[in-house]
Nanobody, 114 residues
Framework: QVQLVESGGALVQAGGSLRLSCVAS????????MNWYRQAPGKQREWVAY???????RYVDSVKGRFTISRDNAKNTVYLQMNSLKPEDTAVYYC????????WGQGTQVTVSS
């Protein structure tokens, strides 16, 4: 069974940095692309970043130049390095496996204060 466990969220001031982690189990991690999504209060879940098994990355325009997605196949972990955080980045952040799109973790809360 696919399991996704996100961690690393916190309360930070605007301009600060955080690194989120997501450990995946129940899949052949190195063979799968990974996504990060986020959901702000009262808003729909939004795709944030994507990394292929071959380390090709894509980002939503609002985080380009500030966020970096990466992966460690030996640890079955995908990361989201978030720099220059803004209050509008406040959300619960989730990882997701495109091939197993119905599976979600509990998410990790990121709150950015102004």
């Amino acid at each position: 069974q696919v399991q996704l466990v996100e961690s690393g969220g916190a309360l930070v001031q605007a301009g600060g940095s955080l690194r989120l982690s997501c450990v995946a189990s129940g899949i052949s991690f190195s063979e799968n692309a990974m996504n990060w999504y986020r959901q702000a209060p009262g808003k729909q879940r939004e795709w944030v970043a994507y990394i292929t098994w071959g380390d090709i990355t894509r980002y939503v325009d609002s985080v380009k130049g500030r966020f970096t997605i990466s992966r460690d196949n030996a640890k079955n972990t995908v990361y989201l390095q978030m720099n220059s955080l803004k209050p509008e980045d406040t959300a619960v952040y989730y990882c997701n496996v495109p091939r197993y799109a119905d599976y979600w973790g509990q998410g990790t809360q990121v709150t950015v204060s102004s």
